[in-house]
């Protein structure tokens, strides 16, 4: 039985653990970061929270005997570099599963900018903007000349008022067309500053801005980590199959180059 590490947060990563652990060739664990206070459902074992940098990560790996480690985290989340390095050390194969970005055209156009001190700077004075960036980038927008932000957060988040016009909105994805319509209409969005995540599950708050003459403004992803990298589920099942069928590393490596 093959003993996989699934580093979660994502919606591709729920799907992978219910394949994995509807079969007996694997023995999969979930883990999440616990960012979120009410956490998806998962159909294997999870564990929730860090593992104490690097260094615990790596205990980790050879205290639980971990054989693979699939790094389903989110297209901009910091840890697949540690997670590479982790693995590479101890000779653990790794797979980084990441949805497709998505591509402008078909009467859907945005401005891509490189970060999101880029977005913040990207909105003019007197914008009303609504930020699906994420609740830890609001700091980005500290000194923005906007005249409302709108950060959308699954959780309220604590601390200090982050900005003269900043909003939290609570709300939990995903949403249809006619949510994100009514969201943005109702706040009098003029820009909508997003992360180019991918997927189907978000993409309804672009075909909505778009129908409404609502800027776009696109973070583009940071670079991808070298190795093993699939963009869908299937894919990343075969991987992980071919390995069960008793290919060694180099081959699956081999197989999927980033």
């Not at 797979?95 to 998505?102: A, E, H, N, Y």
């Not at 001190?117 to 914008?127: E, F, K, Q, R, T």
């Not at 963009?231 to 992980?240: C, P």
Request: glycine fraction near 10%; include cysteine.
């Amino acid at each position: 039985m093959i003993r996989i590490l699934l580093l979660a947060g994502t919606a591709e990563a729920r799907l992978l653990a219910a394949r994995l652990a509807a079969d007996p060739r694997f023995s999969v664990t979930a883990s999440l970061a616990g960012e979120t206070r009410e956490p998806a459902v998962f159909a294997c074992p999870l564990r929730i929270g860090g593992f104490g940098g690097e260094a615990g990560l790596m205990d980790h790996l050879r205290e639980s005997a971990v054989d693979v480690v699939v790094d389903a985290t989110h297209p901009f989340a910091r840890y697949p570099v540690v997670v590479a390095r982790c693995c590479d050390r101890l000779g653990i194969p790794r797979l980084r599963l990441v949805r497709r970005p998505w591509v402008s055209g078909a009467g859907v156009h945005w401005r891509e900018v490189a970060d999101l001190a880029a977005a913040a700077a990207a909105l003019p004075s007197g914008a009303r903007a609504l930020l699906s960036t994420g609740r830890k980038s609001r700091h980005a927008f500290a000194a923005s000349p906007a005249a409302w932000l709108g950060l959308r957060v699954i959780d309220p988040p604590g601390g200090r008022s982050w900005h003269p016009a900043g909003v939290h909105l609570v709300q939990r994805p995903p949403f249809t067309i006619e949510q994100e319509t009514e969201t943005l209409t109702r706040h009098a969005v003029t820009h909508l500053v997003t992360r180019n995540s991918g997927g189907s599950g978000g993409w309804s708050k672009i075909v909505a801005a778009s129908s409404l003459g609502v800027a776009i403004v696109m973070v583009a992803r940071p670079p991808p980590v070298p190795g093993p990298t699939v963009e869908t589920v299937d894919r990343a099942f075969a991987w992980l199959a071919s390995g069960a069928g008793g290919h060694d590393d180099a081959r699956l490596q081999g197989e999927y180059p980033c």
